[in-house]
C-alpha cells in the first residue's frame, strides 16, 4: 500500500516532466503584434497639450467655483445681519 | 530533515539546469527602445511563448493568461527604456511576467473571497485540491493526473507556487530564479525544497481519501 502510494505521488510529481510548450494562439499573436500601433493610436488621438488644457479647464471650474460659493456665503451672512438690525428696530417701536 | 529528505535536496541542487534562452542576445534591443515595431514582432516571436506558459502555468487558465500575456507585453514596450542591462533581458521579462501573475491572482481573490471554512485540526495540514484545470501541454493519457498536480500547485504559497513553476514547468536555473523573484539563491533552493514537501504532502492526503 505505501510503496503503492509512493509511486503514484512520484508519478503525479514526475507529470510535469511530461508538459510540453504550448503555443500561443493565432488571435493572441495579432493581439501583441498591435500592441505599438494601439499606443501610438492613443498617443496621437490625445495629445499632452489637449490633456493639460482639459486639466487647467477643470481647475479653473472648481476655483470659480469654491469663489462664488465663498462670496455668495458672505453676502448672505450681511443680509441676514440688514435683515435683524431692520427686525429689532420694529420691534423697540 | 530526516535522510531521505536530505538526498533529495542534494538532488535538486546538483540537477540545477543551466540556462539556454535565446534572449540573451537579442540584438535589436536598442531599436526597441526607440520603438520600432519589427524589433518588437521579434521580441514577441522569441518570448511570447515563454511568457505564456508561464503566465498558464501560474494562473491555471487559457482566457486570463492569454489577457495576462498581453499586459506583460504592453508593459515591457512601454518601459523598455528603463531596461539598464544589469540583468538578462529575459530575466528582466520573467520579472515583469511573474509580478503581473501575482497581481492578477491577488485581485481575483480579493474579488472571489467568501466565506471558507477549514476545520482547526487540519487547517495547517493539509492542502484542499480542488481544481479541474486541464492543462494543454500535458498528453491525454497524463491530463488527470496533471489536474491533481496543478490542483495541489495551486494550494502552495505564493511565492513557492512560483519558484517551482518557474523550476519545474519553466526549466529556469535557480540563480535567474533568484534574480526574478529578487531573492538569494539559498531561499529558492528552499523554497522549491519545501514547495515539493508541500506537493507530496497533500498528493499523499488526496491519495488516502480518493484511492482507498
Redesign the interface.
Known amino acids: 500500500m505505501e510503496t503503492k502510494?509512493k509511486f503514484?505521488?512520484n508519478?503525479?510529481?514526475d507529470?510535469?516532466?511530461?508538459?510540453?510548450?504550448?503555443?500561443?494562439?493565432e488571435?493572441?499573436?495579432k493581439?501583441?503584434?498591435a500592441?505599438?500601433?494601439s499606443?501610438e493610436i492613443f498617443d496621437r488621438r490625445i495629445p499632452m497639450k489637449a490633456v493639460w488644457l482639459a486639466a487647467a479647464s477643470i481647475a479653473l471650474l472648481i476655483t470659480v467655483n469654491i469663489a462664488t460659493f465663498n462670496k455668495t456665503q458672505k453676502f448672505e451672512s450681511q443680509e441676514s445681519t440688514v435683515y435683524n438690525d431692520y427686525f429689532s428696530y420694529l420691534n423697540q417701536l | 530533515m530526516s535522510f531521505p529528505n536530505v538526498l533529495e535536496f542534494i538532488s535538486l541542487l546538483l540537477h540545477n539546469k543551466k540556462s539556454n534562452n535565446p534572449l540573451d542576445d537579442f540584438p535589436e534591443i536598442e531599436a526597441l527602445k526607440k520603438?520600432s515595431?519589427s524589433a518588437?514582432?521579434s521580441l514577441?516571436q522569441l518570448f511570447?511563448?515563454?511568457v505564456?506558459?508561464l503566465s498558464?502555468g501560474i494562473l491555471q487558465n487559457e482566457q486570463d493568461a492569454?489577457d495576462v500575456?498581453?499586459e506583460i507585453?504592453?508593459t515591457v514596450?512601454?518601459s523598455i527604456n528603463q531596461f539598464k542591462g544589469d540583468s538578462k533581458l529575459s530575466t528582466w521579462i520573467y520579472r515583469i511576467s511573474v509580478n503581473k501573475c501575482q497581481e492578477f491572482l491577488r485581485k481575483k481573490s480579493r474579488k472571489k473571497r467568501v466565506g471558507f471554512i477549514i476545520p482547526l485540526d487540519k487547517a495547517e495540514t493539509t492542502i484542499q485540491i480542488s481544481s479541474n484545470f486541464m492543462?494543454?501541454?500535458?498528453?491525454l493519457e497524463?491530463q488527470e493526473?496533471?489536474a491533481?498536480?496543478f490542483a495541489a500547485i495551486n494550494a502552495l504559497p505564493e511565492n513557492q507556487k512560483t519558484a517551482f513553476t518557474l523550476y519545474?514547468?519553466e526549466s529556469i536555473p535557480y540563480e535567474e530564479i533568484a534574480q526574478i523573484m529578487n531573492t538569494s539563491l539559498s531561499a529558492v533552493e528552499s523554497l522549491i525544497f519545501r514547495a515539493?514537501q508541500n506537493?507530496?504532502k497533500s498528493?499523499?492526503d488526496y491519495?488516502?481519501e480518493n484511492?482507498r
Not at chain 1, 507529470?15 to 494562439?25: D, R
Not at chain 2, 492543462?135 to 498528453?139: D, T, V
Open positions: 502510494k503514484w505521488i508519478e503525479t510529481l507529470s510535469s516532466k511530461e508538459l510540453k510548450s504550448v503555443p500561443i494562439s488571435n493572441l499573436r493581439r501583441l503584434e500592441i505599438p500601433k499606443i | 520603438g515595431q518588437f514582432n514577441i511570447s511563448q515563454k505564456y506558459n498558464l492569454e500575456t498581453q507585453c504592453t514596450f512601454l492543462h494543454p501541454g500535458l498528453e497524463n493526473r496533471g491533481i498536480l519545474n514547468l515539493r506537493l507530496k498528493l499523499s491519495y488516502e484511492e
